[in-house]
């Protein structure tokens, strides 16, 4: 089992950066791919990005290619989620998720443990 804390979110103007950080404790952490999902207000929680166990293979939403970076440092038992360019339609609740797959998958069900997310509210 592995425990999962968000971190790093915040508010900030419309092209402003933002870097969210998931801290893992519990099993070996490297064992795990891992993904980041947001869910806004009244909506579903959507994909944003995952990333492999050794950060070989990453893949990304299409809303956010070019803006968005996950990577992972397995020695910090760390996966962080590089936010530039932000827009207000990026406002949502954070997760990060680990599944013990090494699948990037985008569905929310694939995906074992959760954290309780971190909150990015992003102003016009």
């Known amino acids: 089992q592995v425990q999962l804390v968000e971190s790093g979110g915040g508010l900030v103007q419309a092209g402003g950066s933002l870097r969210l950080s998931c801290a893992a404790s519990?099993?070996?952490?490297?064992?795990?791919?891992m993904g980041w999902f947001r869910q806004a207000s009244g909506k579903e929680r959507e994909f944003v990005a995952a990333?492999?166990?050794?950060?070989?293979?990453?893949t990304y939403t299409d809303s956010v290619k070019g803006r968005f970076t996950i990577s992972r440092d397995n020695a910090k038992n760390t996966v962080y989620l590089q936010m530039n360019s932000l827009k207000p339609e990026d406002t949502a609740n954070y997760y990060c998720?680990?599944?013990?797959?090494?699948?990037?998958?985008?569905?929310?069900?694939?995906?074992?443990?959760w954290g309780q997310g971190t909150q990015v509210t992003v102003s016009s």
């Open positions: 990333i492999s166990r050794s950060s070989g293979r990453t």
């Open positions: 998720a680990a599944t013990s797959g090494n699948v990037l998958s985008t569905i929310p069900g694939r995906y074992n443990y």
């Open positions: 519990g099993r070996t952490f490297s064992v795990y791919a």
